[in-house]
């Protein structure tokens, strides 16, 4: 499949380590799209704000924790070096989170730093930047945190 992808032009990769990708995956989203969201300033801004940058780095701890706490592997062995490096090569990019926001749309936010926080906090970590942050883009979206998930701290 991985050829016949790349026969079509298309960057593809292998990997023995499907979960880790969709945990990196997961991780790297939740490290940026919230915070340029909130921000409303395009990817690569979050490494010029050191304190945009901090709050990455802290959401980017958290979530690498709370895979480990689940038996998951990283496939990066710095997953926040690899999101800086997302953020170098997306840098012009305005997240979709972002687009969504200024659209008036629901984001994803529950789907990515949400599930962030639950998986963590199940397995006892501690997931404060990414409920944060969760609380804030839901916020913003004029939604709020579902009673339910509001409980389980």
């Known amino acids: 499949m991985a050829a016949a992808l790349s ?25 940026i799209n919230p915070i340029a969201a909130l921000a409303g300033v395009p990817n690569g801004v979050l490494l010029e704000r050191r304190p945009l940058l901090t709050i ?3 959401t980017c701890s958290e979530a690498v924790a709370a895979a480990e706490a689940n038996g998951i592997a990283p496939t990066r062995p710095n997953a926040f070096a ?8 997306t840098s012009e990019n305005r997240c979709s989170m972002l ?32 409920r944060s942050l969760w609380t ?3 916020t913003a979206e004029g939604r709020g ?5 509001a409980e389980s701290t």
């Open 56 to 58: 990455a780095e802290r």
């Open 82 to 89: 690899w999101v800086k490096e997302v953020m170098r090569t």
């Open 7 to 31: 026969d079509a032009g298309l960057r593809s990769e292998v990997s023995d380590n499907i979960a880790g990708e969709v945990w990196m995956k997961a991780i790297v989203n939740a490290c």
């Open 136 to 138: 804030m883009v839901r």
């Open 99 to 130: 687009q969504d926001l200024e659209a008036g749309r629901r984001t994803e936010i529950d789907e990515i730093n949400g599930e962030l926080v639950l998986k963590g906090e199940e397995k006892g970590i501690r997931m404060d930047v990414n």
């Open 145 to 149: 945190i579902p009673r339910q998930r």
